[in-house]
């Protein structure tokens, strides 16, 4: 079945960095576009960044451009949001999401806790 793993997550401070990965398996994960979403406390989840399924195109919103890199090992069937320059208000659980046979799947989600 579809499985997905997030990890990385911790406590920094602002202007500190994170790295987040995502290991990906029981669908083909070469063919798939890969998601980052995160949810605050009190708040709705929201879109981070998504990746094409050969990394050749990416988006990301508008509050984290510039600051958030996301990546991909088609080999290791791993995904990656490389976190710069972090704030406090991007404090949130961060989650991986796939579509796959028309169903979407999320990870268990990783705690990113950015304080002084």
């Known amino acids: 079945q579809v499985q997905l793993v997030e990890s990385g997550g911790g406590l920094v401070q602002p202007g500190g960095s994170l790295r987040l990965s995502c290991a990906a398996s029981?669908?083909?994960?070469?063919?798939?576009?890969m998601r980052w979403y995160r949810q605050a406390p009190g708040k709705e989840r929201e879109s981070v960044a998504d990746?094409?399924?050969?990394?050749?195109?990416?988006n990301y919103a508008d509050s984290v451009k510039g600051r958030f890199t996301i990546s991909r090992d088609n080999i290791k069937n791993t995904t990656y949001l490389q976190m710069n320059d972090l704030k406090p208000e991007d404090t949130a659980v961060y989650y991986c999401?796939?579509?796959?046979?028309?169903?979407?799947?999320w990870g268990q989600g990783t705690q990113v806790t950015v304080s002084s």
């Open positions: 999401n796939v579509w796959s046979g028309r169903k979407t799947y």
């Open positions: 029981g669908f083909t994960f070469s063919t798939s576009t």
């Open positions: 990746i094409s399924s050969r990394g050749g195109s990416t």
